[in-house]
Each structure stands twice: as structure tokens, then as C-alpha cells.
T-cell receptor, first 115, second 112 residues
Framework: DQQVKQNSPSLSVQEGRISILNCDYT??????FLWYKKYPAEGPTFLIS?????DKNEDGRFTVFLNKSAKHLSLHIVPSQPGDSAVYFC??????????????FGTGTRLKVLA | GAGVSQSPRYKVAKRGQDVALRCDPI?????LFWYQQALGQGPEFLTY????????KSGLPSDRFFAERPEGSVSTLKIQRTQQEDSAVYLC??????????FGQGTRLTVV
């Protein structure tokens, strides 16, 4: 059962326009979310995160929005640049009562920014 | 080193062979994770260490998979009697404690 879902496997956007990547989750206990970017043959690179006590976090061209009632988050990239072309993974932090934690990842969305 | 380092980058193993994958985390990072990423999928959790203690191994797919981090730094993921379904990219990540984890480049394992 996929607890973190990215329903769009791919997205193409024109350079300079906004890219919006979506992510849905099912577990209401998740309280910290992250976005990672992955280029081919490289490991995922941390991009931005958000805690459930916030509904928005911004870092330069990247903004993450969290809608807890809808169990939905989105990553906005404005303006999009060709170098943003990569696979983007949404992840949720799952804590356990024993003090351990792990990240649950979605399946990724491949973003292509067209010059 | 500046980042998480994994070796080897690529490994081809014959079915039935044992393999060992190494991870050098960022110095001082308490938490260390191993993930498995199949083609077209997101990373799937395998195991978690806090210093030398393996606190969660719930994601290890079978008893052929074994991980250790004896001195709380370098970690090794060992797969015994490899099978074709073990072919994947194995990612190691570390973090200071909680918060964002930093990933290595991964080891691509191909079992033939």
C-alpha cells in the first residue's frame, strides 16, 4: 500500500514558467515532509522540507505548500530553468514509538524544462 | 569527506554470489539509512542505524540481507546468495540526527 503517492510520472514545462509537482499521502501521522531532486546516476539531493505546523515554506525559487486536511503537498518552482530537469521525489518522515524514524518516498515525477 | 561515499559504484554479480556494499557517511552523522531503489520506483527503506545500533531492520527483504555499522561510522550492506530480484540501486544516506538526510551516489547491483 503506497503511503506517499506521486500520480504524475512526468511533467513538461516551458523555461521561465511555473512547475507544480504534486504529492498525496495517506497517513495522517506524518508530520514532516521533504522534496528531493535526482539527476541520472546520482543519489537524491535534498531540496526543501516542511513541518506539519506550517502550510508553506519558501527557499529561493522553490516553495512547498502543505494542505493537511487534504493530505496533499506540492512543490512550486518559479521560474523553471533547464537545469531543474530531473526526477523529483516527495518523502514523508515516519517516526516510531521506539525513537527510530525513516523516510517513505513516492515514485517520483520526471520534470523536463524546455528551453 | 564532504559527502556520503558509496563503493563500488557498479557491481555485477553472478546469481548465488555474495556481495558487500560499503557506505562512508558524513563525519559526525549519527543516523545512517540504507535504501533500495528499483527501476522507475522511489527509494524503499531497508534499515536504520543510530550510531552503531541497528534500530530498525524492518525493510530488509529476507534473511539474505545483513547490514552492520560496528564503530558507528562506516556501514556495510551484505547480500548473500544474490538473486536476480536483488538487482537495484542501493542508496546509503546519513543525517546528523533527524531532519534532511544526505544520500550517496548509490551502488548499482546487477545480478546475472
Amino acid at each position: 500500500d503506497q503511503q506517499v503517492k506521486q500520480n504524475s510520472p512526468s511533467l513538461s514545462v516551458q523555461e521561465g514558467r511555473i512547475s507544480i509537482l504534486n504529492c498525496d499521502y495517506t497517513n495522517s501521522m506524518f508530520d514532516y515532509f521533504l522534496w528531493y531532486k535526482k539527476y541520472p546516476a546520482e543519489g537524491p539531493t535534498f531540496l526543501i522540507s516542511i513541518s506539519s505546523i506550517k502550510d508553506k515554506n519558501e527557499d529561493g525559487r522553490f516553495t512547498v505548500f502543505l494542505n493537511k486536511s487534504a493530505k496533499h503537498l506540492s512543490l512550486h518552482i518559479v521560474p523553471s530553468q533547464p537545469g531543474d530537469s530531473a526526477v523529483y521525489f516527495c518523502a514523508a518522515e515516519q517516526d516510531s514509538t521506539s525513537g527510530t524514524y525513516k523516510y517513505i518516498f513516492g515514485t517520483g515525477t520526471r520534470l523536463k524544462v524546455l528551453a | 569527506g564532504a559527502g556520503v561515499s558509496q563503493s563500488p559504484r557498479y557491481k555485477v554479480a553472478k546469481r548465488g554470489q555474495d556481495v558487500a556494499l560499503r557506505c562512508d557517511p558524513i563525519s559526525g552523522h549519527v543516523s545512517l539509512f540504507w535504501y533500495q531503489q528499483a527501476l522507475g520506483q522511489g527509494p524503499e527503506f531497508l534499515t536504520y542505524f543510530q550510531n552503531e545500533a541497528q534500530l530498525d531492520k524492518s525493510g530488509l527483504p529476507s534473511d539474505r540481507f545483513f547490514a552492520e555499522r560496528p564503530e558507528g561510522s562506516v556501514s556495510t550492506l551484505k547480500i548473500q546468495r544474490t538473486q536476480q530480484e536483488d538487482s537495484a540501486v542501493y542508496l546509503c544516506a546519513s543525517s546528523f540526527f533527524q531532519g534532511e538526510a544526505f544520500f550517496g551516489q548509490g551502488t548499482r547491483l546487477t545480478v546475472v
